[in-house]
Nanobody, 123 residues
Framework: VQLQASGGGLVQAGGSRTLSCAAS????????MGWFRQAPEKERQFVAA????????YYLDSVKGRFTITRDNGKNTVYLQMVSLKAEDTAVYYC?????????????????WGQGTQVTVSS
């Protein structure tokens, strides 16, 4: 499984950005997909995850109401729409894939990782 994240960049506080993660995999719907982020000198942090069919999504409390995770199984792609961005959202964002149906927010439970895309929010 290969994951390619894209869409990062520089955005002003209060602005919006949508990240994409394209997966090279035979059966994308076999995986729970997640987004994590890592700010400088901080541990990798769970941001959002979505079940295999998009039926349920989970979020870090601080991004609820601002971030939305969706997936398109026909395109093997998961998205993270971010609005009302804050300076504290600045980080490298990683997409990850987890085998099985169970949701998880622990990074160690995800089997495959993308390369990360930088999001910088200027205040």
């Amino acid at each position: 499984v290969q994951l390619q994240a894209s869409g990062g960049g520089l955005v002003q506080a209060g602005g919006s950005r949508t990240l994409s993660c394209a997966a090279s995999v035979r059966t994308f719907s076999n995986y729970v997909m997640g987004w994590f982020r890592q700010a400088p000198e901080k541990e990798r942090q769970f941001v959002a995850a979505i079940t295999w069919n998009g039926g349920k999504a989970y979020y870090l409390d601080s991004v609820k109401g601002r971030f939305t995770i969706t997936r398109d199984n026909g395109k093997n792609t998961v998205y993270l729409q971010m609005v009302s961005l804050k300076a504290e959202d600045t980080a490298v964002y990683y997409c990850a894939a987890k085998t099985g149906l169970a949701f998880a927010e622990e990074a160690g439970r995800y089997n495959y990782w993308g390369q990360g895309t930088q999001v910088t929010v200027s205040s």
